[in-house]
């Protein structure tokens, strides 16, 4: 599951960049983030409460669901207007939160892949601790944050997501 979801997030995050950068619209960026809102909130879902769910599981559906309610978050606000100071302060949580996540990730490392997610979660975290300074404290970021999506979209997403698709990593 986590190759699906990884893929999604890339093009998510891929679209979102483009977005920031001036490439796609308001009224359509929305979309992306509903449909990849959705596949995460049912593989959280899946994880928290389907028939294999443990403890490693519901804390993986935890920590997805701050993905989850990022990308649904920015669509109602493009839906509805909303200036983005909510998600900012929502995303000021999620920055904090993948502080103890990234150490915990990369201390039980065990191979390329453990340390690449390890590293995934420090550069998610500063991602969104750069949407908190974009949309909480008004700075103007948007083009730096935009780029930053964007290349976080290929790099911790897009390309891992398709690797594990193919069975290329495992």
Same mark, same amino acid.
């Given at each position: 599951?986590?190759?699906?979801?990884?893929?999604?997030?890339?093009?998510?995050?891929?679209?979102?960049?483009?977005?920031?950068?001036?490439?796609?619209?308001?009224?359509? *960026?929305?979309? *992306?983030?509903?449909?990849?809102?959705?596949?995460?909130?049912?593989?959280?879902?899946?994880?928290?409460?389907?028939?294999?769910?443990?403890?490693?599981?519901?804390?993986?559906?935890?920590?997805?669901?701050?993905?989850?309610?990022?990308?649904?978050?920015?669509?109602?606000?493009?839906?509805?207007?909303?200036d983005g100071r909510g998600?900012?302060?929502?995303?000021?949580?999620?920055?904090?939160?993948?502080? @103890?996540?990234?150490?915990?990730?990369?201390?039980?490392?065990?191979?390329?892949?453990?340390?690449?997610?390890?590293?995934?979660?420090?550069?998610?975290?500063?991602?969104?601790?750069?949407?908190?300074?974009?949309?909480?404290?008004?700075?103007? *970021?948007?083009?730096?944050?935009?780029?930053?999506?964007?290349?976080?979209?290929?790099?911790?997403?897009?390309? @891992?997501?398709?690797?594990?698709?193919?069975?290329?990593?495992?």
């Open positions: 599951m986590l190759g699906l979801v990884l893929f999604f997030v890339g093009a998510v995050l891929c679209l979102n960049g483009l977005w920031l950068l001036g490439r796609i619209g308001d009224n359509e *960026i929305s979309i *992306i983030n509903y449909l990849v809102g959705g596949i995460t909130l049912v593989a959280c879902l899946v994880l928290a409460f389907g028939p294999g769910a443990d403890a490693a599981s519901i804390k993986a559906a935890a920590l997805t669901l701050l993905f989850t309610f990022t990308y649904l978050w920015v669509a109602i606000n493009r839906s509805n207007g909303a998600l900012g302060w929502f995303s000021l949580f999620v920055a904090l939160t993948a502080v @103890p996540v990234t150490l915990q990730t990369l201390s039980g490392a065990d191979s390329t892949w453990g340390y690449w997610f390890g590293f995934s979660w420090a550069a998610w975290g500063v991602l969104w601790f750069m949407f908190f300074l974009l949309l909480a404290m008004k700075k103007p *970021i948007a083009r730096l944050v935009g780029g930053l999506t964007l290349a976080e979209g290929v790099l911790t997403g897009w390309v @891992p997501g398709y690797l594990l698709l193919n069975g290329l990593l495992k």
